[in-house]
């Protein structure tokens, strides 16, 4: 069974901080891959960011970077320099790359940034 | 432009009552899925279809029922066998794949009274 963690339930910080997202997920499979989304306040989800499980390069755009580490299971994201619209409600999310494809969404991090 | 419209964003029903939350879509995408999220508990599957007239259960199915008569719909109903319906339902759309992501809709936020 696929399971994924978001142990940060929420997350403060001032606005220039940076701050890091965590994310493990259990998995039998050997390939699959990893989400990460983003939920404003407005209530709909947005992709960010792909990474399927043969693609260990870590990924950055922008203020946003993602480190994809097989060996402790974890993608995790880091936002730097953040700032007031980066808060939302940041969800990690793991799908089998064969069979059901239905992913398994972590509970979510609430990141808010102070101004 | 495409994407996935949820109507209405706020509902409110009385207790006992079913309510019929709407979901369409204009991405050409075979599969849909209905979520239901409370405070603290991300996003839990109530049910999914990949193909017209039919669909699969998710883990929270009980007191919910769907149907997908047209590709581009998939409205959710929820009976008055739920016993607590209130929540922020989200809809969403994907191509049928393993690791195509999904597009989500606005969401609607559904109170019983």
């Known amino acids: 069974a696929q399971k994924v963690t978001q142990a940060q339930t929420e997350i403060s910080v001032v606005e220039k901080e940076d701050v890091t997202l965590d994310c493990v997920y259990e998995?039998?499979?050997?390939?699959?891959?990893l989400f990460w989304y983003k939920q404003p306040p407005s209530g709909e989800l947005v992709f960010l960011i792909r990474r399927n499980s043969f693609d260990e390069q870590n990924e950055i755009s922008g203020r946003y970077s993602w480190n994809f580490q097989k060996s402790t299971s974890s993608f995790n994201f880091t936002i730097t320099a953040s700032q007031v619209v980066d808060s939302a409600v940041y969800f990690c999310a793991l799908s089998e790359a064969e069979g059901s494809y239905i992913p398994t969404f972590g509970r979510g991090t609430s990141l808010i940034v102070h101004p | 432009d495409g994407g996935i419209t949820q109507s209405p964003k706020y509902l409110f029903r009385k207790e006992g009552q079913n309510v019929t939350l709407s979901c369409e879509q204009n991405?050409?995408?075979?599969?849909m899925y209905w979520y239901r999220q409370d405070p603290g508990q991300g996003l839990r599957l109530i049910y999914y279809?990949?193909?017209?007239?039919?669909?699969q259960k998710g883990d929270i199915a009980e007191g919910y029922s769907v149907s997908r008569e047209k590709k581009e719909s998939f409205p959710l109903t929820v009976t008055s066998a739920q016993k607590n319906p209130t929540a922020f339902y989200l809809c969403?759309?994907?191509?049928?794949?393993?690791?195509?992501?999904?597009?989500f809709g606005p969401g609607t936020r559904l109170t019983v009274l």
């Open positions: 998995t039998r499979d050997t390939t699959y891959y």
């Open positions: 991405l050409n995408h075979d599969a």
């Open positions: 279809s990949q193909i017209v007239n039919d669909f």
């Open positions: 969403a759309s994907s191509i049928i794949q393993g690791g195509n992501e999904q597009f």
